[in-house]
């Protein structure tokens, strides 16, 4: 593929023709819309398979439960479905560029099984639905600048994106950032359960905890500060917050972060064991 007509493509977003299977998912919707938003495809070369309903979405993009039909019909197909539905799939890519979302799922197993040698293994988040995903990828050797331009254009459409340098890299930011959501929700679960525990209002305790963390989101976004430079921040001014970082720290609260996240890098390698 010629480099200028790919990034012609990426801008214009009327010539990719790209599937999703799994596209009835919550990832792989959230995926699809996102580059629908951004004009990375147009809804008419857009093509989507589901397992048993339809979803009643996304009307002008083809919706089908024939896999290997999406991928005739598409020049990148996003597999986006689970690492151990992926065992049962047969769907062949002749050379077309294979993106895996899937956890675990190694770029020599994914081409082999496709029979292409352009595959990307990419680790996007729940996030990608408000279009703050952090995506990490890992390309194969038959990736070239044109593919990784509409790789990039795909997953900035669902937050931001970089490329790692090795599957260990992405096998353990599969843990760190693929968790998504997941991990902040569980500071705020925590949180709001003292919170309600002491008396406050069910509904206020949510309200306050969540804010607390999109407002720290937010921050940590605009300004780019380094973490550690804003917990030393509060830390400085020895006043409640320093009080409760210490106290957190102390009971094990970085210990325990350490080895939630060995214990989802150890799952991430043995997720494609079967492949």
């Not at 580059?35 to 147009?42: E, K, P, Q, T, W």
């Not at 009971?251 to 350490?258: E, I, K, M, T």
Request: proline share 3%.
């Amino acid at each position: 593929m010629d480099t200028n007509r790919s990034e012609s493509r990426v801008e214009q977003g009327k010539d990719l023709r790209i599937g999703i299977i799994g596209g009835a998912g919550w990832l792989g919707g959230a995926m699809a819309a996102a580059m629908l938003d951004a004009g990375v495809v147009a809804p008419e070369n857009l093509t989507l398979s589901y397992r048993t309903m339809r979803p009643d979405r996304f009307s002008r993009a083809f919706w089908t439960k024939d896999n290997q039909a999406l991928a005739d019909h598409s020049d990148i197909i996003i597999l986006s479905i689970r690492p151990a539905d992926w065992q049962d799939l047969t769907m062949t890519a002749e050379g077309k560029l294979v993106i895996s979302v899937m956890a675990g799922i190694r770029l020599a197993a994914l081409g082999n099984r496709h029979r292409t040698h352009r595959a990307v293994r990419a680790l996007p988040n729940a996030a990608a639905e408000a279009r703050k995903s952090y995506t990490p990828w890992l390309a194969a050797d038959g990736i070239d600048d044109a593919d990784r331009a509409i790789v990039r254009a795909i997953f900035d459409a669902c937050g931001v994106q970089d490329e790692v340098r090795s599957e260990a890299e992405i096998d353990y930011l599969t843990g760190l950032t693929g968790s998504g959501p997941a991990f902040p929700a569980l500071l705020a679960d925590a949180m709001m359960a003292d919170a309600i525990s002491r008396g406050l209002d069910p509904r206020v305790a949510r309200r306050a905890v969540n804010m607390l963390l999109v407002g720290a989101g937010r921050m940590l976004e605009q300004r780019d500060d380094c973490p550690t430079e804003t917990v030393k921040t509060f830390l400085g001014y020895r006043g409640t917050t320093a009080a409760a970082i210490e106290t957190m720290t102390s009971a094990g609260f970085r210990a325990a972060v350490a080895q939630g996240l060995a214990a989802a890098y150890e799952k991430s390698l043995h997720l494609g064991d079967a492949s």
